[in-house]
């Protein structure tokens, strides 16, 4: 098989296996352990509370991610298709999946060419950090922005998918001295996020010192990508080792916690098991400015558009509700409430 249909052939297993296998953290994302404090009297009506924002300078109409899931593949096409539909009609934010197949083999990069679909909306492109090492350069994240329109760019850290994967580039080292590089030459802001696992305050320091614009934090308690991988592991003693660190990671709650200590300044996206938008809420007012969400998403876009648009806007309208039950008009006014632990 030629290098181009094994890395499609990849990409359509990851997909396959994140719709059919049990792929799901053994940890919890930490959200369900905080509860906002209802509040019966909001004096404020439901149709006055405001859910936009603004981001790297362009305004959604709610702090809503559809989080990069996939693409390089002929099946990946109408998935990422139904997703910018439904972040078009919602005004939400989106990002693709590694660009890195329709870099080296340009024949699948329509699989990732959204904008027509979705020509206002907050883009961002993606690769993963490591190919620095593996000779991608500047001129590499340039193209992968200019392919789809690009708005942002995120470089991704997986070291323990990389680990456990057949295929792994594992060659981690000197990377933030690339970031910097990145930020330093590439006209439009970079994200830097981890793909399930979380990202620490002490590496979120390094992170801001390089001059990152943001951190997606992808904590630990949605899909765990060394369990993605074990479902596609022939040998059992590689496929032990993977199914050891099921429950590896940092919670999403707490990366949010240690990063916006850590870098008080910087913009925070927050994913990794959120499941609708009382999650999402919870994530603003624990410091974070984004909220992304995959799983569910991707099980929408893989039925239709309008089952994809359906999705999101049910997790709009919950949000609001949650400003709403709060007595918040606006995301100003959630991260000045108080959640509750629950102990």
């Known amino acids: 098989m030629s290098e181009e249909n094994l890395l499609s052939s990849r990409k359509s297993e990851h997909i396959r296996v994140c719709l059919e296998e049990d792929v799901a ?3 919890s994302s930490g959200l369900e352990q905080y509860r906002f404090i209802h509040n019966a009297l909001p004096e404020v009506d439901l149709d006055q509370v405001d859910t936009g924002c603004a981001i790297f300078g362009k305004k959604l109409a709610a702090p809503l991610l559809i989080s990069s899931m996939t693409g390089g ?7 990422n298709r139904n997703l910018a539909a439904a972040a078009q009609a919602h005004g939400i934010a989106m990002g693709v999946g590694s660009q890195r197949a329709a870099l080296e083999h340009p024949k699948t990069a329509a699989t990732f060419k959204i904008r027509q679909v979705a020509p206002d909306i ?3 492109a993606n690769l993963g950090a490591v190919q620095f090492n593996y000779g991608y350069t500047v001129d590499h994240c340039q193209r992968a922005v200019d392919m789809i329109e690009a708005d942002a760019l995120i470089l991704h850290l997986n070291p323990l998918q990389e680990a456990v994967q057949p295929e792994g580039d594992t060659r981690f080292s000197g990377l933030l001295n690339q970031i ?8 439009v802001p970079v994200v830097v996020k981890e793909v399930g696992w979380g990202i620490s305050g002490e590496a979120a320091r390094r992170l801001a ?3 990152v614009a943001a951190i997606d934090v992808a904590g630990a308690g949605g899909t765990s990508w060394s369990q993605v991988e074990l479902h596609r592991i022939r040998d059992p003693h590689m496929a032990a080792v993977a ?3 099921r429950a590896w990671g940092i919670p999403t709650a707490e990366s949010i916690l240690q990063v916006r200590a850590a870098a008080p300044k910087m913009t925070i996206f927050a994913s990794g098991g959120l499941k609708n938008g009382i999650d999402l809420a919870k994530c603003l007012a ?10 569910a998403l991707l099980r929408a876009a893989s039925q239709s558009a309008e089952a994809a648009a359906q999705a999101v806007h049910n997790i709009r309208r919950e949000l609001q509700i949650c400003l709403f039950c709060t007595g918040a008009a606006s995301l100003a ?3 000045h409430n108080k959640l509750a632990r629950i102990s």
């Open 122 to 124: 907050l883009l961002l």
């Open 243 to 245: 199914s050891s660190f």
């Open 73 to 79: 593949a002929a099946d990946a096409s109408a998935i």
């Open 209 to 211: 010192s390089a001059g």
């Open 286 to 295: 624990l410091g974070a400015d984004l909220g992304g969400l995959a799983g």
């Open 180 to 187: 910097e590089t990145v930020c330093r030459h590439l006209p």
């Open 25 to 27: 953290s053994g940890l």
């Open 333 to 335: 006014d959630l991260r």
